[in-house]
């Protein structure tokens, strides 16, 4: 079965340089989440979108965007990258925004900033 | 914000032993939901509950959603060396604008010694 697919698995880049993930859900789940994972920490909600239209705000920073596309793909922009930025990115999917409605993640892209 | 404290943090035990562990917090969910991570990967959902008092199993794996909706309990029987990894649970609260963030607890370490 499909999964959750996110590139690049792993980044590395340099303070105050931009980096761009992308998530392809699973076919036909339209709505996408963004949690961010320090190490040894839990992961952390940061931004969604249901239909193209951002759903809900987590304690994503001023200095990170994302959006998602008619393809239901989505992209998280961060600039100005910290070195408190270094984390594992995941993206999850489920098929709408019932209670029910399971989620189920990616592998995550590991973003290292040197 | 929300808070899941979930514990124990770690544990240690040998093949075939049982394990549980469990999360509470001040706040009710309407769903509570339990996944593995392994190292560099993202989680994955073992198990999901929908309903205050319901008890699901799957195999091995046996979880219930606290009656009060603030907790729930993870239990694995007969434990094998697969079952090493990070285990979190994750409340979900439907309802509003929040289309299913999830909050998640700290983790719970699983070395199983063969």
Not at chain 1, 52 to 69: L, N, T, V, Y
Not at chain 1, 72 to 82: A, G
Not at chain 2, 46 to 58: D, F, H, P, Q, V
Not at chain 2, 60 to 76: E, H, M, P, V
Request: aromatic share 12%; with cysteine.
């Amino acid at each position: 079965a499909a999964g959750v697919i996110q590139s690049p698995r792993h980044l590395i880049k340099e303070k105050r340089e931009t980096a761009t993930l992308k998530c392809y859900p699973i076919p036909r789940h339209d709505t996408v989440y963004w949690y961010q994972q320090g190490p040894g920490q839990d992961p952390q909600f940061l931004i969604s979108f249901y239909e193209k239209m951002q759903s809900d705000k987590g304690s994503i920073p001023d200095r990170f965007s994302a959006q998602q596309f008619s393809d239901y793909h989505s992209e998280l922009n961060m600039s100005s990258l910290e070195l408190g930025d270094s984390a594992l990115y995941f993206c999850a999917s489920r098929p709408g925004t019932a209670a029910n409605e399971k989620l189920f993640f990616g592998s995550g892209t590991q973003l290292s900033v040197l | 914000g929300q808070q899941l404290n979930q514990s124990p943090q770690s544990m240690f035990i040998q093949e075939g032993e049982d394990v549980s562990m469990n999360c509470t917090s001040s706040s009710i969910f309407n769903t509570w939901l339990w996944y593995k991570q392994d190292p560099g990967e993202g989680p994955v959902l073992l198990i999901a509950l929908y309903k205050a008092g319901e008890l699901t199993s799957n195999g091995r794996l046996t979880a219930q959603f606290g009656i009060t909706r603030k907790d729930s309990f993870l239990n694995i029987s007969a434990s094998i060396p697969s079952d090493v990894g990070i285990y979190f649970c994750a409340g979900l609260r439907a309802g509003g604008t929040s289309y299913g963030k999830l909050t998640f607890g700290q983790g719970t370490i699983l070395t199983v010694h063969p």
